[in-house]
């Protein structure tokens, strides 16, 4: 049975199509997909991100834990509220999730995790800080919604309690703050400006109606995948798994590797893929002609040359509502050129192999 997030009724009240999403309840549009992508890179939407995992780690030994946990490195947050993007690697190097960690001060962090792998991070997280004495504590008690685009802040700012305004308004982006029992994350998974607000569960119809009265209009899943996918942000099943690697899923920039006596979980295992030579890469795909990509599809890869490489596959695929034309994310031979085919229909169709960032700011890179 899908569960429900505190803000199920609002969403069926605006018209939301509702599907069910890693086990919960949710609207993947309210009408328009595209439009409500544009929206988003023009002015401003907001999306019901409750089913997200919010995660409180607190004790005295909590830096240490996760600076062994995290493949990136959380002694690098010298400034409260600071963000870190990193992945949590398992013992073979596989990425068990991707997630955001806030430093809030020496004895407490705030992680927000996908909702889709909440039981084994849960798991994992437990059973990892147990030699540490971190309290894991996991915080149902809080929704969650995403205001995002270039209108997004200002707007936001202009519904939140006075108190929460006065404390997110000089918010540096990829910084949060937490005022009472809110908290403010400059942060987002769109490409755009725009804030991530945690709040009481019984505030949050609250926050969603003054945003709609501000004239912030809902947006569902299906402009979220498409927002992020041109921004080049990974989705992790589709991107990532528990059986690739950073290395070969474009996120080799959050690994921090000095200094170099800090043992992580996965450290020895991706020291090993390094020195036996990296095989494959994600990048970014741009289709030459009609047609649309999608996950799954092979890709045969070539070097600069033209010599066929052997089979890549789409990762992630869709039709980019700003550039016009289809766009992937793809993993293909390390050695891949600028050109390659993909297989789509049993048509091979030409696409040019870019960098895996197609928007950024509302503007095409």
């Known amino acids: 049975m899908s569960q429900q997030t505190v803000l199920f009724d609002k969403h069926r009240a605006s018209g939301g199509?509702?599907?069910?999403?890693?086990?919960?309840?949710m609207p993947v549009n309210y009408g328009s997909q595209i439009a409500e992508h544009q929206l988003v890179r023009h002015d401003a939407g907001m999306f019901d991100v409750s089913h997200m995992v919010i995660v409180d780690l607190s004790g005295d030994s909590v830096t240490g834990f996760l600076r062994y946990l995290l493949a990136n490195d959380v002694a690098r947050l010298k400034q409260p509220g600071k963000a870190l993007y990193?992945?949590?690697?398992?013992?073979?190097?596989?990425v068990i999730d991707d997630l955001i960690v806030y430093y809030m001060h020496n004895s407490w962090y705030r992680m927000v995790v996908n909702a889709a792998t909440r039981e084994k991070d849960l798991a994992w997280l437990t059973q990892q800080a147990a030699a540490f004495g971190v309290e894991v504590n996991e915080r149902a008690d809080l929704a969650m919604i995403a205001v995002q685009g270039p209108n997004a802040r200002e707007q936001a700012l202009s519904v939140l309690p006075p108190d929460v305004a006065a404390a997110a308004r000089p918010l540096a982006r990829f910084y949060g703050v937490d005022s009472g029992e809110w908290f403010v994350g400059r942060t987002g998974y769109t490409g755009e400006d725009g804030f991530e607000v945690m709040l009481p569960a019984g505030e949050a119809g609250i926050l969603w109606d003054k945003l709609l009265a501000a004239g912030v209009k809902p947006c569902g899943l299906g402009a979220r995948d498409t927002l992020?996918?041109?921004?080049?942000?990974?989705?992790?099943?589709?991107d990532m798994t528990e059986t690739t690697s950073p290395l070969i899923s474009g996120l080799g920039?959050?690994?921090?590797?000095?200094?170099?006596?800090r043992d992580f979980i996965g450290r020895r295992a991706l020291q090993a893929e390094q020195a036996a030579g990296v095989k494959q890469k994600l990048v970014g795909l741009a289709?030459?002609?009609?047609?649309?990509?999608?996950?799954?599809?092979s890709v045969l890869a070539k070097d600069n040359a033209g010599h066929p490489l052997g089979k890549g596959e789409v990762t992630?695929?869709?039709?980019?509502?700003?550039?016009?034309?289809?766009?992937?994310?793809?993993?293909?031979?390390?050695a891949t050129g600028e050109y390659c085919e993909v297989d789509i229909r049993g048509k091979l169709l030409p696409a040019r192999v870019v960098k895996p960032?197609?928007?950024?700011?509302?503007?095409?890179?």
């Open 17 to 25: 199509k509702m599907v069910d999403f890693a086990g919960w309840q």
């Open 86 to 94: 990193s992945c949590m690697l398992n013992d073979a190097g596989g």
């Open 287 to 297: 289709l030459e002609q009609r047609g649309v990509l999608r996950a799954h599809q």
């Open 357 to 365: 960032v197609f928007v950024r700011d509302g503007q095409a890179v």
């Open 316 to 334: 992630s695929g869709t039709f980019s509502p700003t550039l016009k034309k289809s766009i992937a994310l793809a993993r293909v031979p390390a």
């Open 228 to 238: 992020r996918l041109e921004a080049g942000m990974n989705l992790y099943g589709s």
């Open 253 to 261: 920039w959050t690994i921090s590797w000095q200094p170099e006596d």
